[in-house]
């Protein structure tokens, strides 16, 4: 059994740490025992090290599955910064470069392996593990393996076999984004019903999320990256052909942008993304192709420009903005249009049950959009996490809409949800309240109830925002697993009773289409924001030398340090090595490789 002391100096010495983050501690302990572990944890919360650790601790070799080949690369070349053994296996690798790999694989050089699933779940490659020491399995990115993930991919399917395969080699899933239904059914499908589980907070307090009307969007996002230049950002659009024309009138204004998407050659879109990774390229304008194998830390921006198809993909697109725990944005141009057309592409699906999820998917991302109230909140909610407090750093927050009181109206709703006996989504209700005569509504009998047309006197979009509200607050859940069906939940009882009021933000009518803004776009708050003239001096000379070095080493700069470290170092001026060792991110590897270095530009 490995010691605590032994762990605590593999954080301190290997990575650089001093302590760990929630339930870190606890998932690396188990699984060094030979637990299996489910984990959701953010975008940059700390996933990665729950299986890193563990794998420097038990013998033999970690299996790693990863999607994508890009994520891979990064993933690999931050372990080797940290002075590890690893290496990737897939399809971009040479025959002589394979042979090398497997070589090293079988010789017990590695500590830890990433391989794409399909290669992995190749009934060759599963033989030679059947002859090898396997310290665990690390599933990444396990939303994948669920028809509800956002990212469902079928070559995921097949890695339920492992847990039967090697019974006795712990296993571990890791993702940042799966909502209750989603998180089920990946347990069910890798058979981990015997897994520990730890959820963590989905929050990132550090992205300040707004959502604005789309009116004139290349406009409003000239004004957003005006106060932006010197910083790296991602620009999602929800089409190729938006993408290119995007790219072309932002390189008209002066960016230096580029493009990305499945259209491309592969040679440019490694082009695109290498750039974009070493710090070249600061502007990337993408579908959702783009992203997943990002380990970029200093990303300060993430814009959609379309609507996302569903809060999953938003969630992680951008938490992909602010990895390194610095001050970061996520702009939502928001438009009607928009929302057409992706339910348009939802609608070419020949898979009725595949629509119906989207589509649910589709509209709470638009009840996210619409929100009156805090976004966080609603962003947490969806995931299942309750937040008591508004956060202060969303629009909704930042310029709060008019309140109004619904306790009332909300008792209404709630009794509506109770009477139609928790079996329709939410267009019923709404047409309960309303009166409505349409012939469903009419062969159930529900023009009978006592709820029916008490809402009358409000319109559609009011009820549909109030009950969103209820959701969004945990009054009501919506079922995905059974048609978006709304059920009353324990906390609307005291409403319902008259012992507690409710409050919600008045719903602004839409103009021209879309939301109308709900706060003027926030001022830079990049990461030299808050430094005096001689620190931003001595951050952007440390800029200089991470990029030079990172160069030499051809790896991206935060491979190097992030500029979170960057700034711990322009904070406290380390004299020497042992002062250099105490900032958080350096372990004794990169002390010995780069503290000479960085300590004679600090200290000249």
């Not at 005006?226 to 620009?235: F, M, N």
């Not at 579908?287 to 938003?314: C, L």
Request: net charge neutral; with cysteine.
């Amino acid at each position: 059994m490995t010691s605590n002391s032994a762990i605590d100096q593999t954080l301190r010495e290997v990575f650089g740490f001093t302590e760990f983050r929630p339930h870190q501690r606890e998932i690396i302990d188990g699984l060094i025992a030979g637990a299996d572990a489910f984990v959701l944890m953010p975008t940059g919360g700390g996933k990665s090290l729950c299986y890193q650790i563990p794998a420097l601790h038990r013998p033999g070799v970690a299996i790693v599955v990863s999607p994508l080949i890009s994520l891979m690369k990064d993933q690999v070349d931050t372990l080797k910064a940290h002075g590890l053994k690893a290496a990737c296996y897939n399809s971009a690798l040479g025959a002589q470069e394979a042979r090398q790999v497997l070589a090293r694989l079988h010789s017990g050089e590695l500590d830890l392996l990433y391989v794409a699933p399909e290669r992995l779940m190749n009934e060759d490659f599963l033989g030679r593990l059947e002859n090898l020491e396997i310290a665990l399995f690390a599933i990444d990115e396990a939303h994948c393996v669920s028809q509800w993930g956002h990212d469902f991919r079928p070559e995921y399917i097949q890695l339920g076999r492992l847990r039967r395969r090697f019974s006795k080699i712990p296993l571990i899933a890791l993702t940042a984004t799966a909502e209750p239904h989603t998180r089920r059914d990946i347990i069910e499908r890798l058979n981990l019903q015997q897994a520990r589980c730890y959820l963590t907070s989905f929050d990132r307090p550090n992205i300040r999320y707004t959502v604005l009307e789309k009116k004139k969007p290349f406009a409003q996002l000239l004004e957003f990256l005006e106060s932006r230049r010197e910083e790296a950002g991602i620009i999602y659009c929800l089409s190729r052909k938006r993408v290119d024309q995007l790219t072309a009138k932002l390189k008209e204004a002066g960016f230096a942008a580029a493009g990305y998407h499945a259209g491309l050659s592969g040679d440019e879109r490694g082009r695109v993304q290498e750039a974009f990774l070493k710090d070249d390229l600061l502007i990337v304008v993408a579908t959702v192709a783009f992203g997943m194998g990002i380990d970029k830390s200093n990303i300060r921006y993430v814009v959609h420009y379309d609507v996302p198809k569903n809060i999953e993909g938003y969630y992680q697109e951008t938490g992909r903005a602010g990895r390194d725990g610095l001050a970061a944005e996520a702009l939502l141009l928001f438009g009607l249009g928009d929302v057409a057309l992706a339910r348009g592409l939802i609608d070419n699906s020949d898979n009725e049950e595949r629509r119906r999820i989207e589509n649910h998917k589709l509209n709470a991302m638009v009840g996210f959009a619409q929100a009156c109230s805090c976004r966080r909140r609603v962003l947490l909610g969806y995931f299942g996490e309750t937040q008591a407090e508004p956060c202060g750093n969303c629009d909704t927050c930042i310029n709060p809409p008019e309140m109004l009181d619904v306790t009332e109206d909300a008792r209404k709703a709630l009794s509506c949800i109770y009477r139609v006996g928790q079996c329709f989504g939410l267009g019923h209700v709404v047409d309960v309240l309303r009166g409505s005569k349409n012939r469903r509504l009419l062969e159930l009998g529900h023009e009978r109830l006592s709820t029916y047309g008490i809402g009358a006197d409000r319109d559609k979009d009011y009820w549909q925002a109030l009950i969103r509200h209820l959701i969004h607050q945990g009054y009501v859940e919506q079922d995905v697993g059974n048609f978006s069906v709304l059920k009353l939940q324990q906390a609307s009882r005291p409403l319902l009773r008259g012992e507690t009021t409710l409050q919600m933000g008045r719903p602004r009518k839409p103009a021209g289409g879309g939301k109308p803004a709900t706060g003027s776009i926030a001022a830079t708050r990049g990461p030299a924001a808050n430094l005096s003239e001689q620190q931003r001096e001595l951050f952007e000379r440390l800029r200089q030398l991470r990029k030079e070095i990172a160069d030499a080493e051809g790896v991206p700069p935060f491979v190097v340090f992030s500029d979170a470290v960057l700034l711990a170092m322009v904070a406290s001026r380390p004299a020497d090595e042992d002062a250099f060792l105490q900032i958080h991110g350096v372990g004794r590897h990169k002390l010995l490789r780069y503290g000479e270095s960085f300590l004679a530009a600090i200290n000249s």
